[in-house]
């Protein structure tokens, strides 16, 4: 498939200020607070009423219940969060212009970061220029991969502003594709799936593969094996502490998807590597990725359940550093009772197969599991396997995942780093 020039939208954007200001969300008493300070989420619960008949994706103003106002948002009334706020300005519209600036913002942040790096031996060209909410853009979420640009648009108000995020995004940073892989169950449930197709192209040709370096490793990953956007770079944090600690260890990395993270302890000493992963296509290209990198030789993997490979590695006498990065276990507040208790499992399964001493990396990407519920998982699944765990480091996402002050919601990554001992 190869696209032209940028896409027109299939729906014209609501930017002018008059649209904008039709329709008024005026918030239920003692809902006011977080939103005063800055929280960008109005749930459906917590609207009193709604003056004016705004469409699906309007700007909205948000008041309290005595009229003052709180910002604006775009509205999305197939969603339980009806309105995410994008500016605490009442008289700044959500136009073209203000999509810029928060893309602008977005980049200058990255840039302070040091992203991205093309420091010989430290090349960082993958990393999340927009972060939804965390760059004031709620929804949007764009990953670069060097020149490419892959995109979210995960509601309604962002797919009707499209064209002026792919214009900006072409201005700010000239890249030859932008890459559109929404969800199609996120853009049903907005209200906007009319490709059919969970990967349009934007602006640009379709590219064959996602590459990109990223601390000193390059990657090449086909668009039809890449998840999500494609890489999880959010665990950049992890993948530099490891590569500092792992010299002449043997590593196990469970979950390993294209092996990121395994290959970084490898480039930091590591005697062996061995990752597993249930998808035989995503072990395929970490092979790939491992000998493109020159470790061919000391990293190996296998299509294979974790705990299968956690049971065997107990059997042999335990890795020196362990990695337990699973999927989302809990994708809302309703399964997190459940959700720890599968952590509690796979806190046992992986600190097993860590010989007494030796690291385990233990890991959880569902915002609905708050740190200390986790370490108390990691407490009670070491006690299940007769181990005792030692939290020496706690790691987040990464700098180019900013989290706002007033949206703990969004600090959904946690790595807890811990030295297992038998008891």
Same mark, same amino acid.
């Given at each position: 498939?190869?696209?032209?020039?940028?896409?027109?939208?299939?729906?014209?954007?609501?930017?002018?200020?008059?649209?904008?200001?039709?329709?008024?969300?005026?918030?239920?008493?003692?809902?006011?607070?977080?939103?005063?300070?800055?929280?960008?989420?109005?749930?459906?619960?917590?609207?009193?009423?709604?003056?004016?008949?705004?469409?699906?994706?309007?700007?909205?103003?948000?008041?309290?219940?005595?009229?003052?106002?709180?910002?604006?948002?775009?509205?999305?009334?197939?969603? @339980?969060?009806?309105?995410?706020?994008?500016?605490?300005?009442?008289?700044?519209?959500?136009?073209?212009?203000?999509?810029?600036?928060?893309?602008?913002?977005?980049?200058?942040?990255?840039?302070?970061?040091?992203?991205?790096?093309?420091?010989?031996?430290?090349?960082?060209?993958?990393?999340?220029?927009?972060?939804?909410?965390?760059?004031?853009?709620?929804?949007?979420?764009?990953?670069?991969?060097?020149?490419?640009?892959?995109?979210?648009?995960?509601?309604?108000?962002?797919?009707?502003?499209?064209?002026?995020?792919?214009?900006?995004?072409?201005?700010?940073?000239?890249?030859?594709?932008?890459?559109?892989?929404?969800?199609?169950?996120?853009?049903?449930?907005?209200?906007?799936?009319?490709?059919?197709?969970?990967?349009?192209?934007?602006?640009?040709?379709?590219?064959?593969?996602?590459?990109?370096?990223?601390?000193?490793?390059?990657?090449?990953?086909?668009?039809?094996?890449?998840?999500?956007?494609?890489?999880?770079?959010?665990?950049?944090?992890?993948?530099?502490?490891?590569?500092?600690?792992?010299?002449?260890?043997?590593?196990?990395?469970?979950?390993?998807?294209?092996?990121?993270?395994?290959?970084?302890?490898?480039?930091?000493?590591?005697?062996?590597?061995?990752?597993?992963?249930?998808?035989?296509?995503?072990?395929?290209?970490?092979?790939?990725?491992?000998?493109?990198?020159?470790?061919?030789?000391?990293?190996?993997?296998?299509?294979?359940?974790?705990?299968?490979?956690?049971?065997?590695?107990?059997?042999?006498?335990?890795?020196d550093i362990v990695i337990c990065d699973p999927p989302k276990l809990a994708t809302g507040r309703k399964a997190r009772?459940?959700?720890?208790?599968?952590?509690?499992?796979?806190?046992?399964?992986?600190?097993?197969?860590?010989?007494?001493?030796?690291?385990?990396?233990?890991?959880?990407?569902?915002?609905?599991?708050?740190?200390?519920?986790?370490?108390? @998982?990691?407490?009670?699944?070491?006690?299940?396997?007769?181990?005792?765990?030692?939290?020496?480091?706690?790691?987040?996402?990464?700098?180019?995942?900013?989290?706002?002050? @007033?949206?703990?919601?969004?600090?959904?990554?946690?790595?807890?780093?811990?030295?297992?001992?038998?008891?």
């Open positions: 498939m190869t696209a032209t020039e940028t896409a027109t939208p299939t729906a014209a954007p609501s930017t002018t200020e008059s649209s904008a200001a039709q329709a008024t969300v005026t918030i239920r008493p003692g809902h006011v607070q977080p939103l005063w300070a800055g929280h960008p989420w109005v749930f459906q619960q917590a609207i009193e009423r709604i003056d004016g008949d705004p469409a699906p994706g309007a700007d909205v103003l948000v008041l309290d219940p005595s009229g003052k106002v709180l910002g604006r948002g775009l509205y999305s009334p197939r969603s @339980a969060l009806s309105v995410r706020m994008f500016t605490s300005r009442g008289t700044r519209p959500i136009d073209d212009g203000l999509v810029r600036e928060h893309l602008a913002r977005a980049l200058e942040l990255r840039r302070a970061a040091g992203l991205p790096n093309r420091s010989q031996g430290a090349e960082t060209t993958g990393y999340r220029l927009v972060h939804g909410e965390g760059d004031s853009l709620p929804g949007l979420v764009v990953d670069v991969f060097d020149d490419v640009l892959v995109v979210q648009l995960g509601t309604i108000g962002l797919k009707l502003r499209e064209q002026a995020i792919v214009l900006a995004l072409v201005d700010l940073l000239a890249p030859r594709a932008i890459l559109d892989r929404t969800p199609r169950t996120l853009a049903r449930a907005e209200g906007f799936d009319d490709t059919g197709d969970e990967l349009r192209v934007l602006h640009g040709e379709r590219p064959e593969a996602l590459t990109f370096h990223e601390l000193g490793l390059r990657f090449e990953i086909p668009l039809a094996l890449a998840q999500k956007t494609g890489f999880y770079f959010d665990q950049r944090p992890l993948r530099a502490y490891l590569a500092g600690v792992s010299r002449d260890a043997t590593v196990l990395d469970a979950f390993c998807y294209v092996g990121a993270t395994g290959l970084a302890a490898a480039r930091g000493g590591a005697k062996h590597v061995h990752g597993v992963d249930k998808s035989a296509a995503a072990v395929l290209i970490a092979e790939q990725v491992a000998a493109h990198n020159g470790f061919g030789e000391l990293a190996s993997y296998e299509s294979l359940d974790a705990s299968l490979a956690w049971r065997r590695t107990a059997e042999q006498g335990g890795a009772d459940q959700a720890l208790g599968a952590y509690r499992k796979l806190a046992a399964g992986a600190a097993s197969a860590v010989r007494s001493g030796g690291l385990l990396a233990y890991c959880s990407c569902s915002g609905a599991i708050g740190a200390e519920a986790l370490q108390r @998982a990691l407490a009670l699944g070491a006690r299940d396997a007769g181990r005792r765990a030692v939290v020496v480091e706690r790691l987040f996402q990464g700098a180019d995942h900013p989290v706002p002050a @007033a949206f703990p919601e969004g600090a959904y990554l946690k790595v807890l780093v811990a030295r297992v001992y038998e008891p």
